[in-house]
Each structure stands twice: as C-alpha cells, then as structure tokens.
C-alpha cells in the first residue's frame, strides 16, 4: 500500500523528532555544565556585595564560614541545611580562592572573600548536580517537545490544504479537454496557485489550438474539394467527347497545380512545429534581390521601389525566402501600381498601395485558412507568421494614408 503524502510527511516529523531529541540529550548536558557553573561564581561574587558592608544576614542559597588568624570564627546557620560536612574538613580540602569541591555525588561551589579582619567563605551547592542538569534538561526537552508538536499540528493543516490543492489540480488535467473555457482568474498565493494558474492556461491552449485544427480541417476539405471537382468534371467530359481536349487538359493541369502549392504549404506549415534549423546570419538584402524577378514576370505592370541596407538577421535563406514569398504573392492580389521594400537598422517593412485591411481582420489574417478582402484564403500568411515567430520575430500590420505596410522587427 503506498503510503500518501500526508503521511510522509508525519513520518519526517517524527524522525526529525527523534533526531533533534537525541541531539539534545547529547549535547545540553555539555552546553548546560559550564554554564551553570559560570552562573554560580558570578552569583557568589554577587554575594560579596554584602559581606563588604558587613551585612551578616543570612543569604537564603548561600552559607557562609568566617575565619580569623586561621580560626573558624562563625558558622552561618544554613550551613548544615547546604552539608553534612564537618567544617573542617571542608576547609582542608579548599585549595584556590575560587572553586568547586565534589565530595560523594554532590558539588559544592566555593568563594573567597580576604580583607584586614577577617576571611569569609562563601559556600553554595549541595543538591545533587545531576538533578540539577538534568531538571534544566527537562525543562528544555519539554519545550522542544511542545513546539514539535505545535509544528506537527501546522504542518497536518498546511498538508491537508496541499493535498486538496493537488487533488484539484489533478482534476484540471484529467479534465482539461472536457471543462468549458471560463474567465474565472485564479489568485495567485503560492506556488500551488501559480502551477493551477499555468494549468488553467495550458488548458485554454489546448481547448483554442483543438477547436483551430478542426477549423483548418474544414477549410482544407473545403478548398481541396474544389479543384478536385472541377478536376473531375472536365475529366468526365473529356471522356464523353464534349469538350476541347486541350482546353480540359489546360483547366486540370492549373487545378493540379493549385492542389501541388496547397499541399506543400500544409506540408511546409507542420513542418515549422517540430523545425530545427542551425542558426546563422543572412543579408536580407541579396535573398530579396534574387526573389523579386519571378513576381515582376507576374505583373510587368507593378512598380517595385528598394530601400535596403546591410542589415543582418537570424535564420536561414530557406526560412526567409517562404517569408519573402508569401508576402509578396500576397501583395501581388492587393497592390495597384507600386511594391516598397524597406529595410534599415535590422527592420523590414513592406508597404503596397492596395486598400487597406478592416481593422477586425488584422488580429485574424495570420490564421490559417482566413478569407482577405477579395474572398481569398489559404496558409501563405500563417505560414508567415509562424516562420518569423519561429526566428525570433514579430510581424504587425498597419494600416497607411496609402497602403497597407507589414513590418517585421
């Protein structure tokens, strides 16, 4: 049975637990020794305070031993609650001026107070030392222990939050072809939220890319069919007799050809998805130089007006010249008397004298499949959009006094 993520999660508390509990049981007693005792001398050299305005009274933790020309003196009346000890044989044993006596298992902490009458011992100490430490240590592991817990209790809340977070999120994906598409924003808190908010948007892309290929399905169906038609018509009635043999043979080779350029404009466009290509720097200029010839043989009519700099850009002569061709086949069906090619600082406009696009269009015209102004549609423009995207580039569409200007940067 695999275990879930909630209780992984108690498991590492646990162990965490038992780590940090161990460690402290290792290493308190060591932290805990010296500064105890630090404590103590400090509190008996606190002590002295009194002694030095000659303040006998009994300190309630600490007993005393006052000593003249060597001779025990006093006798404080706590001693005998701090130790059994005969007072002499503690004053045997003293050695410094400052110190710790362990006799039997009990400690005793010692101070030395010299001045011109008399000699006073301080003396604190008696209970056990290990009890000492040890109720330090308990009192430690017992805040541990309840901030564990506190922690534990956090972490099973915020764990429970996670899961149904993910719980969630694992509905989106199981669902993200089925959901309708909403405008509800998701807020964005925390990392869970921003994953859901990339789902969310994963999801929209795939509902918009299915409903787009079905779309681009229907046109091609749509736009083979007819030449496909036609292409079957004239060749029925080439075999009943009834039409000029060269004639149908001219009409089916311009419908072949139509059917050749629509095929490998698809073939060309899902090809541009999975393209790799090695990067490298062309001069725009010489590719277009080469490529206008064929479009003025279309037209002898139509003016082409240059203006191109040096400029270099990403890609490949492959990728540029579909970009190239395409926008200018285009033009070729809009253009009245002129074609302007600009290219200066690394941007490229081409500008026609035709009527300009209805501003609804310009967001749709780099679609697949989407009918222009004069009922034409198809994937030369698409094909466009998607190599310069694919390059590193934008192109936008502009409406002018005179034209209408693609621009590429």
């Known amino acids: 049975m695999k275990s879930t993520l909630r209780q992984k999660l108690l498991v590492i508390m646990i162990l965490n637990g038992l780590i940090i509990g161990t460690v402290l049981l290792i290493i308190l007693p060591n932290l805990l020794y010296p500064l105890y005792e630090r404590n103590v001398y400090f509190y008996l050299n606190q002590s002295e305070k009194f002694i030095d305005e000659d303040k006998f009274e009994e300190l309630e933790d600490i007993s005393y031993l006052v000593l003249k020309d060597d001779r025990l003196i006093q006798i ?56 000492v430490i040890l109720s330090s240590i308990n009192t430690i592991l017992i805040l541990t222990v309840a901030s564990f817990i506190g922690m534990t209790a956090i972490i099973y809340v915020w764990s429970d939050d996670l899961i149904k977070k993910v719980y969630r999120l694992k509905n989106r994906i199981d669902n993200l072809e089925k959901e309708p598409i909403t405008d509800n924003k998701v807020l964005i808190t925390d990392e869970i939220s921003i994953l859901e908010d990339s789902i969310e948007v994963l999801r929209r892309r795939i509902i918009n890319n299915d409903k787009e290929k079905n779309e681009m399905f229907q046109n091609i169906s749509h736009d083979l069919k007819t030449p496909i038609a036609i292409i079957k018509s004239h ?63 279309m037209d002898d009519e139509l003016e082409f007006i240059l203006k191109m700099d040096d400029s270099l850009f990403n890609g490949n002569e492959e990728l540029w010249d579909a970009v190239v061709s395409n926008i200018l086949d285009n033009f070729l069906r809009y253009a ?74």
Request: hydrophobic residues 35%.
């Open 235 to 297: 060749s029925e009635a080439l075999k009943d007799e009834i039409i000029d043999t060269n004639k149908a043979l001219e009409v089916i080779d311009e419908q072949i050809e139509k059917l050749n350029t629509k095929v490998t404009s698809l073939l060309y466009l899902n090809k541009l998805s999975n393209l790799e290509f090695k990067e490298d720097k062309i001069k725009l200029k010489d590719l277009i130089l080469k490529a206008i010839p064929k479009f003025e043989i």
């Open 76 to 131: 404080s009346t706590n001693y005998y609650e701090f130790t059994d000890l005969n007072p002499y044989v503690f004053l045997e044993q003293i050695r410094d001026s400052t110190g710790k006596l362990e006799i039997g298992n009990r400690v005793y902490y010692y101070s030395i107070y010299i001045n011109d009458e008399y000699t006073k011992i301080l003396l604190t100490g008696g209970e056990p030392f290990t009890q």
């Open 336 to 409: 009245e008397r002129k074609i302007e090619i600009i290219i200066k600082d690394n941007k490229i406009t081409f500008k026609n004298d035709g009527p300009q696009i209805d501003e609804s269009f310009i967001e749709v015209m780099f679609l697949p499949f989407e009918k222009g102004n004069l009922g034409n549609f198809g994937l030369g423009l698409a094909i466009v959009k998607k190599t310069v995207n694919l390059l590193n580039y934008d192109i936008k569409v502009k409406n002018e006094k005179d034209g209408v200007s693609f621009i590429i940067e």
